[in-house]
């Protein structure tokens, strides 16, 4: 079955500085790769989602890059901000959604 | 906006019962998904139902969980005999496909088993 890893597990980054996450999946038939923040006490909430036909997508601060080939998945956010800090989960999905194991991001204000 | 709900937001139960775990997903959605995610662990996906039936289940997902859909609109976990190690928190998904399509995820439920 698929497998998701995640890095970092823990990141802090300084408001305003850059964070990025990475993610491999194993799982060849895998085409759509969610990318999920989780808030204390929390459901997961998708942020952004990207397709297997597209290798980049952007929205305002938020960007994904996926690379088939590699198998690689990428979260990027830019000026970061205090209220960015939750856990985040990629995730790669062909019929069910696979969870990687979370990266909690602290923003130090 | 529509969302999915899910009751209660916190069951404690004794090891042995059975506990119901309850689910609204978003009304015009076909595929319906139980995650379960331990303290501190991630999210793990127990069961995927469809047309009235599991399509998939995880190995999590043994003889002493059960899924339905009673009515058409609530979608249910059922543990029959818990155990402390189920204790965790419950997630219930719906999506409009069960192909790249979002899946909404609910608010969860923290399950105490004592």
């Known amino acids: 079955g698929e497998n998701v890893e995640q890095h970092p597990s823990t990141l802090s980054v300084q408001e305003g500085d850059s964070a990025v996450i990475k993610c491999t999946y194993s799982?060849?038939?895998?085409?759509?790769f969610p990318w999920y923040k989780q808030e204390l006490g929390k459901g997961p909430q998708l942020i952004i989602d990207i397709r297997s036909n597209v290798g980049e997508k952007k929205d305002q601060r938020i960007a994904v890059t996926l690379n088939k080939t590699a198998k690689h998945f990428s979260l990027h956010i830019t000026e970061t901000q205090p209220e960015d800090s939750a856990v985040y989960f990629c995730?790669?999905?062909?019929?069910?959604?696979?969870f990687g194991p979370g990266t909690s991001l602290s923003v130090i204000p | 906006e529509p969302e999915v709900t899910q009751t209660p937001s916190h069951q404690v139960t004794q090891m042995g019962q059975e506990v119901i775990l309850r689910c609204v997903p978003i009304?015009?959605?076909?595929?319906f998904y139980w995650y379960r995610q331990i303290l501190g662990q991630k999210v793990e996906f127990l069961v995927s139902f469809y047309n009235n039936e599991i399509s998939e289940k995880s190995e999590i997902f043994d003889d002493q969980f059960s899924v339905e859909r009673p009515d058409g609109s609530n979608f249910t976990l059922k543990i029959r005999s818990t155990k402390l190690e189920d204790s965790a928190m419950y997630f219930c998904?719906?999506?409009?496909?069960?192909?790249?399509?979002?899946?909404?995820f609910g608010q969860g439920t923290r399950l105490t088993v004592v």
């Open positions: 998904a719906s999506s409009g496909s069960g192909q790249h399509t979002e899946a909404f």
């Open positions: 009304s015009n959605h076909l595929y």
């Open positions: 995730a790669a999905s062909y019929d069910k959604v696979i």
């Open positions: 799982d060849s038939a895998s085409n759509y």
